[in-house]
């Protein structure tokens, strides 16, 4: 298992499939996730534009991502007490 790493939040699922590589196209992606080969969270996900946080984990196949949300020196991220 890896970490995916975003800058913010949330991220669609059909986009982050395609950032990570997972994918190589977006429409690839969406046909992954039509074909109801991503698991999110460990559930079957069909929702191409599915909105992810932090915490979330896709499987497609045997490859298993957990995303992870990183400051970046322009944009920090402010507490959300």
């Given at each position: 298992?890896?970490?995916g ?10 986009k ?11 429409g690839e ?17 069909t929702q ?15 490859t298993?991502?957990t995303?992870?949300l ?12």
């Open positions: 298992m890896k970490d790493e975003i800058t913010r939040e949330p991220i669609e699922l059909h982050l499939i395609k950032f990570e590589g997972l994918a190589a196209s977006g992606a969406k046909a992954l996730i039509a074909a109801g080969k991503v698991l999110l969270n460990g559930v079957v996900e191409k534009r599915k909105k992810l946080v932090s915490g979330d984990c896709i499987e497609i196949g045997k298993k991502l995303l992870r990183i400051d970046t020196p322009d944009k920090p991220w402010q507490s959300r007490a």
